[in-house]
């Protein structure tokens, strides 16, 4: 089995910042690309940044210069600091992975649990 678990959701006032957390566990061979989706209420889930495994990552305009995503390969974790949060930043956020439970298994595309970030004053 493999898990990814978020945490690091909560209020923030406009302006303020905030700090994902997702791990992932379970048998786990390798780990392609790591990175962090949101959905807001009536809204379509929608990318906010992907890391790949080879270095490279793909932000949300509208998230550019606010948001930053790390990643831990050691740790099979990554992290995505949210700076000058905006009332539409407000969503639940979904960490995704490409993993491969062994050189047998297939790349499948896991997702977490989500975990709620509320921007408002």
């Known amino acids: 089995q493999v898990q990814l678990v978020e945490s690091g959701g909560g209020l923030v006032q406009p302006g303020g910042s905030l700090r994902l957390s997702c791990v992932a566990s379970g048998s786990i061979f390798s780990i392609d690309t790591m990175g962090w989706y949101r959905q807001a209420p009536g809204k379509e889930r929608e990318l906010v940044v992907v890391?790949?495994?080879?270095?490279?990552?793909n932000y949300a305009d509208s998230v550019k210069g606010r948001f930053t995503l790390s990643r831990d390969n050691a740790k099979k974790a990554a992290y995505l600091q949210m700076n000058d949060l905006q009332p539409e930043d407000t969503a639940v956020y979904y960490c995704?992975?490409?993993?491969?439970?062994?050189?047998?298994?297939?790349?499948?595309?896991?997702w977490g649990q989500g975990t709620q970030v509320t921007v408002s004053s």
């Open positions: 995704n992975a490409r993993i491969r439970r062994s050189v047998r298994h297939p790349w499948v595309g896991y």
């Open positions: 890391f790949t495994s080879g270095g490279t990552d």
